[in-house]
């Protein structure tokens, strides 16, 4: 299993492979597990760690 820690706001399940983020401005973020790039910029944003089973 992989385990990747991303910097955001909100955290919305799209599905097995896809995830919906959310900035601190309301702007949507789109990215897949196997390419996370989130990356956004604001000083309160959560960590969160998710784990995909390979």
Known sequence: M???K???KDFHLVSKE???VTDYLGHFVRD???KVQVV???HSFR???I????
């Open 40 to 42: 956004l910029t604001a």
């Open 6 to 8: 991303l910097f955001f």
């Open 32 to 34: 897949f597990f196997d």
């Open 2 to 4: 992989k385990s990747m």
């Open 47 to 49: 960590v969160l760690t």
């Open 51 to 54: 784990v995909k089973e390979d």
């Open 18 to 20: 896809c995830f919906i």
